[in-house]
């Protein structure tokens, strides 16, 4: 074992480079071999500074006291720090810190592949700072490139500071090659308030939507008893989409409601088709029909359309 010290200082890096470079001490550190690369290109470099290292040849690297380690695309704080070069493997306690591209997690203990990206967080606090979202979980296990799992999980995208709704996932993917997450076992929490919960649901880490069913509605009115809507959300296009609504009335029976958004350049609208077949307590077919309709009809001119139809006059 070779033991050596660097000074505390910003330019008191250890480089260790895929051909082996030389601390003061003629101390050799070579990173494991990438298999993901092609042949003949090599690792990227990994740097490391502490306020003591000391390591053996081609084996490992201990470095103590605000380690500081860094490579292409992520970075890694921590009080304690052990990197075994044949597994190309870090091991860190203690204020343990790591960013990478679009992501940041911390906690008191972490194991992680470098190249691989696969190993485990325990405790973490982490923020998608790509995706404006933010949480902490029991543990996060890094499941490759962009890849990452939470068990015990709070997830939100309030501001820092602002803690009105989280939602609560036993287990939660969040997969950024795709921009989506999946939890299992889920719950939404508003203002301290549990109010829906879901074995399973998918949703989008950006700003963008994504087809899907939507939270349902359960209710009771005098005249049609107890009822759930179950919305199912449609992405049809960048510029269409559609919202439909089975609701089930117990003293009336099934109604389908459809809600279809159209966007162009020169107009927009929306167009509704609501349809209760068999109504139990007017023994007929009811329906409700509407268009709303916006144009531009160019050198100033607009034009828009309002149409509406009722089965009966005591639809609503």
């Known amino acids: 074992m070779q033991n050596f010290r660097l000074r505390p200082i910003a330019l008191s890096l250890l480089c260790l480079l895929a051909n082996g470079a030389y601390a003061d001490d003629g101390v050799t550190l070579t990173p494991a071999q990438d298999l993901s690369h092609k042949p003949g290109d090599e690792p990227a470099p990994l740097f490391i500074a502490a306020d003591r290292l000391q390591g053996t040849r081609d084996q490992q690297l201990e470095a103590f006291g605000d380690v500081d380690m860094r490579k292409q695309g992520e970075s890694l704080a921590a009080d304690y720090l052990i990197y075994r070069q044949p597994q190309d493997e870090v091991f860190a306690k203690g204020n343990v810190r790591i960013e990478q591209k679009g992501s940041m997690a911390a906690g008191p203990e972490m194991r992680l592949k470098l ?152 107009y927009v609208g929306q167009a509704d088709l609501e349809v209760l077949p068999s109504d139990r307590i007017t023994n007929s077919t009811r329906h409700f029909l509407a268009l709303r309709h916006q144009q531009n009809l160019g050198s100033g001119w607009t034009g828009s359309l309002d149409l509406q139809r009722a089965s009966d006059d005591n639809y609503f």
């Open 115 to 266: 190249e691989q990206n696969l190993g485990y967080m325990e405790s973490p606090v982490y923020q998608l700072t790509d995706n404006n979202a933010r949480g902490d979980a029991k543990r996060l296990l890094f499941e490759g490139k962009d890849k990452y799992r939470l068990q015990d999980a709070r997830y939100t995208t309030c501001p820092a500071g602002t803690d009105d709704w989280f939602m609560h996932a036993a287990d939660l993917e969040i997969d950024r090659t795709t921009q989506i997450g999946t939890a299992h076992h889920a719950h939404v929490e508003f203002k301290g308030v549990p109010l829906l919960y879901t074995p399973w649901m998918t949703f989008p880490l950006v700003a963008q939507r994504k087809s899907g069913f939507l939270a349902p509605s359960i209710g009771s009115t005098g005249n049609s008893g107890w009822e759930l809507t179950t919305p199912y959300y449609w992405n049809i296009a960048p510029n269409r989409d559609a919202t439909i609504s089975p609701r089930f009335m117990l003293k009336r029976g099934v109604q389908l409601k459809n809600e279809l958004r159209y966007l162009e350049s020169n």
